[in-house]
């Protein structure tokens, strides 16, 4: 069963927006590498964590998911640099910031996120259990596959649902 934060979040997505699942993408992971050299250009000892279908290394929407660990006290310095390396976020809180953009046609989407919130424990705990799986990591990638052709509603609930199932928290950041 979804939380109403799950479905009030869900209420905000296109559902006449369709995703198309592809096989792994050996250059996302080059791509995110490269972002986390870039990165640690100017922050060497920055936490990263890449996540995400193309981390695991299955199908998914042909995408890059990367968190950067900041503490808010410094968040606004990393935020400065951050905007000088990647170029204005889309969208900015007090103590996060989200990017997305393209290269090569693959959607980046790459925050600067604290490390003690609850959605990023929530998303490493999520991460770190099915790249822990062998068998895990087949039955999101099934679910993913499932999904093609699907709304980007229908696709993220579909994830809820499995991470839900798992008996874990979830939040709008799968």
Not at 17 to 45: G, H, M, W
Not at 97 to 105: L, P, Q, R, S
Not at 114 to 131: C, F, G, T, V, Y
Request: net charge negative.
């Amino acid at each position: 069963m979804l939380t109403q934060d799950q479905e009030n979040y869900l209420n905000t997505l296109p559902t006449d927006v369709f995703i198309s699942i592809t096989p792994p993408n050996p250059r996302c992971k080059e791509i995110a590498q490269e972002l986390i050299a870039t990165a640690r250009s100017r922050y060497p000892d920055i936490e990263a964590r890449f996540l995400g279908a193309a981390a695991l290394g299955i199908s998914g929407v042909n995408d890059v998911d990367l968190d950067f660990m900041v503490s808010p006290l410094a968040f606004p310095a990393y935020l400065e640099t951050f905007k000088e390396l990647f170029g204005e976020p889309r969208d900015t809180s007090a103590d996060s910031a989200v990017w997305t953009f393209f290269i090569e046609g693959i959607e980046i989407d790459m925050w600067l996120s604290n490390p003690d919130s609850e959605s990023s424990i929530d998303q490493w705990k999520k991460h770190q259990l099915l790249a822990g799986s062998t068998d895990l990591i087949k039955q999101y990638e099934e679910i993913k596959l499932a999904c093609n052709g699907k709304s980007y509603q229908e696709y993220v609930r579909a994830k809820y649902q499995f991470f839900d199932g798992l008996h874990l928290t979830s939040d709008k950041t799968v």
